[in-house]
Every structure is written in C-alpha cells, then in structure tokens.
C-alpha cells in the first residue's frame, strides 16, 4: 500500500516551498512534488537573476482580486517583515532598489537554497519530474503519478498560472479546480508588454528603445514610472503595471502623461513672452527623438514657432498631447511574456484565512493559481509566501 502523507503539495515554486516548509515544521508527513526537473525555477529567473523577494511595503491595496478583502487575512499572518527575517537568519544579503523592492546582493539561487535547506531541516519529501494525471477523493486524496500512485490526507494545489510556458507553466491547477466543481475566474496575462494598434505601429517602431518616465493610466488607474517604446508598442514598468488592470486587449486606450512632474499649461503661460519655441522647451525635459516624432504625428507646426507667437488654446493643445497621449491597444505579448496570469480560481471558493475549499476539506489552492494578482516589485512573491504559509499551516 502506498505511503499515507499528511498533505502533498503539487507545484515546487515559492507557494510550494513556503507550504512544505510550514507543514513540515509542524510535524507534518509532507511530500512536495513538480513535474519539471528543477524547484523554484521562476525565483531563480526573477529579478534578472536577483529575485525581487518582497517589497516593503506590501499591503492589501497592491492587489488585484474579484474580493478585494481576501488578501488581507494571509497577508495579515505572513508578512514581508517575516520573510525578511528568514533571509537576514540565512545571511542573505540583500538591497533595496526602488519603492520598497528589495533584492538579493548576490544570486536569487540563494532564496533557493534557503528554501530548500528549510524543506530538509523539516523533512519534507521532495519529487521531481512527477507529473500527476488523476485525482480523487473519498476517505484520502488519492493522485496517479508517473511515479505511481499517492494518497494524502491533504492536498494543496501550488501549480502556477499560465505565465512564462517555456518554463513549465500549464492549466494544471485550473483542471483540478473544475474536477472538484469549483469557479474559475476568466484568467489573461498580467505585468505584459502591449502591442498598439495597427495604424500607429511605424510610430511605435520608430520610436523603439527610447525610455521616458511617464505616468500610464487606465481609468481611474495610474502609475508612474518608466516606459520604453518598442517595435510592437510598449513596455517598462509602468506599462506592466497598467496592464494587469486592461479588462482585454483589443481597442482599449490608455492615457500616457509623459511629463507627469510637470503643468505644461501652467509653465508656458509663466513663459508666454519668451521666444523658445515649445520643442526647445520641452528638449529640457525630453529626447529630441520623443519631440519630433510626436510634432509630426500630431501635425505639429506649433511646436517649432516662438511660445510668444502662440495663442493660449494652441499652447493647450500641445500641452495636452504631451499630458494626455492616447495610446490604442490592440494586443499584449501574451503569457510568453506575462509575468503573471490574472484571474484563476475564485477566492468565493475558499477560506481566507486557510486557503482551503469551503466545499472540499483538505483541498487548498495557493499562489498565482487563485484569482490573486500583485502589482510589479515583489509583491507576487509575497502573495506566495504568505498564502503558502497559509496552507501550510491549516492543512
């Protein structure tokens, strides 16, 4: 007869490793299993090698969640200042970039091995290339493996989104949520590159690799930060961030201000006498190549003759193109490129304070697989700490 675990986890990420690691210290028979060969492979690509581990600022708000109050109970529990202290008590050095990311100094393999050396210390089970075909339920989970079959007492799904495929992303999670009869979210890429439409695409391509911080909103959303023109449109991390909150992408329009920290209407009326003409001033505060691309796209004679030669409505109309550049999206880089997946399984489904399905004892879905989404900087990495710790500890 098979081995009787505690709990098995089904996907080695971050929210699988936190799982294990918080199964394992109470004492629990935990097996981990990932049908890839290699544990926390989307750590060790994170933060261009580094990991962006957490931010500093975490809180309920940097979310994106169908219940936006679902958040706060795990977060509650496990929050960004515990994941730091196990980093300081493994003496991994680590710096913070901008807006509360902290990164590590050296390789992001150290979160790795932090996690994995906390997985040994309490005896969790670790299986690679195991890919699991079926599960069920009565008395126990029972799962068909390639490694045979498995039976648990729990069972935490921490299988991912549909972000970054080539490293072994799949549907996996989604499917066991519908053989139990639960919701799922409609699910799109998240923190994506965006392609613009058709008709403004030689504009884009022209401007390719030219970087410009700027606020990009969406509705009632904005954020400001840097965006980088490329040959399919638009990408950087203020455009990442936006993207999470398009509800598709065909024919929406995003608003970019490419000079937030600036009242162009209130600087050129200060300096209505002055000869300079518009695109001089506006050379002060970005490239030549961004001025005259947007004076001819917007037919832009006004912005080579004198501010004093001007009326006050022709300044306002430059003062607008330049505050509020309208930008028609007609597609995204899809989860090739997509950091994260928004949407998944609906958290209507699940206890906020465990994890675990209201429907289905001992079943518990955690990380990027829930219809949980965190902005850019760290904040989806806690959302796999602390829903991991979660599970972890209520399984």
């Known amino acids: 007869m098979p081995t009787l675990y505690d709990v098995i986890i089904i996907g080695g990420g971050a929210a699988g490793l936190m799982a294990a690691i918080q199964a394992g210290k109470l004492g629990k028979k935990t097996l981990l299993i990932e049908h890839t060969d290699k544990i926390g492979e989307k750590i060790r690509i994170s933060g261009g090698g580094r990991c962006n581990f957490t931010n500093q600022h975490a809180a309920p708000h940097n979310y994106i969640c169908s219940n936006p109050h679902f958040v706060k109970s795990a977060l509650a529990s496990y929050t960004q200042h515990d994941f730091i202290k196990m980093v300081e008590a493994h003496k991994i050095a680590y710096h913070e970039k901008?807006?509360?990311?902290?990164?590590?100094?050296?390789?992001?393999?150290?979160?790795?091995?932090?996690?994995?050396?906390?997985?040994?210390?309490h005896s969790v089970l670790i299986k690679t290339k195991c890919t699991v075909t079926d599960v069920s339920k009565a008395?126990?989970?029972?799962?068909?493996?390639?490694?045979?079959?498995?039976?648990?007492?729990?069972?935490?799904?921490?299988?991912?989104?549909?972000?970054?495929?080539?490293?072994?992303?799949?549907?996996?999670?989604?499917?066991?949520?519908?053989?139990?009869?639960?919701?799922?979210?409609?699910?799109r890429p998240a923190l994506v590159p965006l392609i613009v439409a058709e008709c403004d695409r030689a504009f884009f391509t022209d401007l390719s690799g030219v970087s410009n911080y700027s606020a990009a909103s969406y509705g009632e959303t904005a954020f400001a930060e840097n965006i980088l023109f490329t040959h399919r449109g638009l990408s950087g991390p203020a455009i990442l961030q936006i993207s999470?909150?398009?509800?598709?992408?065909?024919?929406?329009?995003?608003?970019?201000?490419?000079?937030?920290?600036?009242?162009?209407?209130?600087?050129?009326?200060?300096?209505?006498k002055t000869k300079q003409t518009p695109a001089n001033y506006l050379k002060n505060h970005l490239t030549s190549r961004?001025?005259?691309?947007?004076?001819?796209?917007?037919?832009?004679?006004?912005?080579?003759?004198?501010?004093?030669?001007?009326?006050?409505?022709?300044?306002?109309?430059?003062?607008?193109?330049?505050?509020?550049?309208?930008?028609?999206?007609?597609?995204?880089?899809?989860?090739?490129?997509?950091?994260?997946?928004?949407?998944?399984?609906?958290?209507?489904?699940?206890?906020?304070?465990?994890?675990?399905?209201?429907?289905?004892?001992?079943?518990?879905?955690?990380?990027?697989?829930?219809d949980v989404t965190g902005w850019l900087g760290g904040y989806n990495f806690q959302w796999a700490w602390s829903s991991g710790f979660a599970a972890g500890n209520y399984c």
């Open 98 to 121: 901008i807006l509360g990311q902290l990164f590590c100094d050296g390789s992001s393999m150290q979160i790795i091995s932090m996690l994995l050396d906390q997985c040994k210390q």
């Open 290 to 370: 961004l001025i005259d691309h947007l004076a001819q796209r917007f037919e832009g004679g006004d912005f080579h003759k004198p501010i004093t030669d001007l009326r006050k409505d022709n300044l306002f109309t430059i003062a607008d193109q330049i505050h509020r550049f309208q930008v028609l999206i007609n597609g995204s880089e899809g989860y090739a490129k997509a950091e994260v997946t928004v949407g998944g399984v609906d958290t209507n489904e699940l206890s906020s304070k465990t994890m675990m399905c209201k429907n289905v004892p001992g079943l518990f879905f955690i990380g990027e697989v829930v």
């Open 244 to 272: 999470s909150y398009l509800k598709g992408f065909n024919n929406e329009t995003i608003i970019l201000n490419l000079l937030p920290a600036l009242d162009l209407k209130q600087q050129f009326m200060m300096d209505k």
């Open 139 to 187: 008395d126990h989970f029972t799962l068909k493996t390639s490694e045979g079959e498995l039976i648990s007492r729990a069972l935490i799904i921490a299988s991912g989104g549909l972000s970054i495929p080539k490293i072994g992303a799949s549907d996996f999670g989604y499917r066991i949520a519908k053989w139990f009869g639960l919701k799922i979210i409609p699910t």
